[in-house]
């Protein structure tokens, strides 16, 4: 099992471009959800998705979307990226119910110039 | 709210030593778990360890152990007989039942440990 991938790992964007994260797990998990990483914040949640379909906003959701076509799959967008978007971006998934541990893909370093 | 402080922002250890990583939350919820997450240089997140709140026996796993105080709400980690690979970001986690298993992080304790 590949477990959480992430796609790209690195990627520099010029302010106003846009661009789409890719995540994909292949342990049939209910849950994804999408992180950014700042120096001295910890990891903050953007959006989840509780399931094929649905999507929902986490703590800093603005300037970012979301898709869920596949149970698989779960795509962050940026727009309009900005400066401000520079960070690392995780992506995770888990089982809904009691198995609770949170599996996290490798980070995607951006930079927005 | 729920709100998750690590006090620590660095922290330094010789080799085969202890250490306690301190974390400290806020909540008004009674059933939760809490985690500890390391991330060394290669970025990718390893869950250390867990604790289910209504459990009162402190959980272990090999030479990592907490402390969990619920009255107090603090869930200390404690590494015994440090090694050079336990040298990373060590990051507390609250997830509250029946929300989704959606995670809040503390800021992150960066451990160095020295040979």
């Known amino acids: 099992n590949a477990g959480v991938t992430q796609t790209p790992k690195f990627r520099v964007l010029k302010t106003g471009q846009s661009m789409t994260l890719l995540c994909a797990q292949d342990m049939n998990h209910e849950y994804m959800y999408w992180y950014r990483q700042d120096p001295g914040m910890g990891l903050r949640l953007i959006h989840y998705?509780?399931?094929?379909?649905?999507?929902a906003k986490g703590e800093v959701p603005d300037g970012y979307n979301v898709s869920r076509l596949k149970k698989q799959n779960f795509l962050l967008g940026l727009e309009s990226a900005a400066p401000s978007q520079t960070s690392v971006y995780f992506c995770?998934?888990?089982?809904?119910?009691?198995?609770?541990?949170?599996?996290f893909g490798p980070g995607t370093r951006l930079t927005v110039l | 709210a729920q709100t998750v402080t690590q006090s620590q922002p660095e922290m330094s250890v010789q080799e085969a030593e202890t250490v306690t990583l301190s974390c400290t939350y806020d909540t008004s919820e009674n059933n939760y778990y809490l985690f500890w997450y390391k991330q060394p240089p290669s970025r990718q997140m390893i869950l250390v360890i867990r604790q289910e709140a209504y459990k009162q026996q402190n959980a272990t796993e090999n030479r990592f152990s907490v402390n969990f105080q619920k009255a107090a709400k603090s869930f200390s980690l404690k590494i015994s007989d440090s090694q050079l690979g336990d040298t990373a970001m060590y990051f507390c986690a609250f997830m509250t039942y029946n929300n989704f298993n959606k995670f809040y992080f503390g800021s992150g304790t960066k451990l160095n440990v020295k040979p």
């Open positions: 995770a998934s888990s089982f809904a119910g009691v198995k609770v541990e949170q599996f």
């Open positions: 998705s509780v399931g094929e379909g649905t999507t």
